[in-house]
């Protein structure tokens, strides 16, 4: 079974909307965290957002928030006021365990990812 | 500048001639990572790791070798490449195993 699951191959979005991109996991670790990069067609990989395991409150950056529904194991990323800048490839990932029960080494598990276009 | 530098950006080989993309950072980070990005794939970890000396597979690790001798540098090494292993490849670290990890700019290659 996949660990990650992002479902939406492609999207179109006006500017200025609010864009929600999904992304479901499958861990039986209960410490746990959750990565959304944006990857522009210039190729490099930029970090957006973290959602640890165990933290109460939904992560926010800016205009980046991970709406994070644990029982449900979903972890979507929530844009807000859309900008044509935005179009990206965007990733959603998970690494497992953490330092202290001695997991979390090795790296990220991503999704396939989600083609996001914005358009005028 | 904090980053992670690769080198070349950009290669085309021909099958069976070995090769080597490095990879350098300079955040002082522990663990290292490789991926590998293919259409309609995301990112497929090669080889991590945890510290000098210290390496293990990740998803996708046949066909390449890895080398931790310094703490900074962390080169990918294809033996004997294969038109298969033509990818865009990552190079990542981070300061532990359950911390942000940091992107190399990417190595672009292709093996004819």
């Known amino acids: 079974a996949q660990k990650i699951t992002q479902t939406q191959p492609g999207m179109f979005v006006q500017e200025k909307e609010a864009v929600t991109l999904d992304c479901t996991y499958d861990t039986s670790d209960p410490s746990y965290g959750l990565f959304w990069y944006k990857q522009p067609s210039s190729g490099e990989m930029i970090f957006l957002i973290y959602q640890g395991s165990y933290d109460q409150q939904n992560a926010t950056e800016g205009r980046y928030s991970l709406n994070f529904q644990k029982a449900r194991k979903s972890a979507n990323l929530v844009i807000s006021a859309s900008q044509l800048g935005d179009s990206a490839m965007y990733f959603c990932a998970m690494r497992e365990g953490d330092q202290y029960s001695g997991g979390g080494a090795d790296g990220l598990t991503f999704g396939k990812g989600t083609h996001l276009i914005i358009q005028p | 500048e904090a980053q992670v530098t690769q080198n070349p950006r950009y290669l085309i080989t021909v099958t069976g001639k070995k090769l080597t993309v490095t990879c350098s950072q300079n955040m002082n980070h522990e663990y290292m990572s490789w991926y590998r990005q293919d259409p309609g794939l995301g990112l497929r970890q090669i080889y991590y790791?945890?510290?000098?000396?210290?390496?293990d597979k990740g998803d996708v690790p046949e066909g390449y070798k890895v080398s931790r001798k310094e703490k900074r540098n962390f080169p990918l090494i294809l033996e004997s490449p294969s038109p298969n292993q033509t990818s865009l490849y990552f190079c990542?670290?981070?300061?532990?195993?359950?911390?942000?990890?940091?992107f190399g700019p990417g190595t672009r290659l292709t093996v004819l």
């Open positions: 990542a670290s981070s300061l532990y195993g359950d911390s942000e990890q940091f």
């Open positions: 790791s945890m510290n000098v000396e210290v390496t």
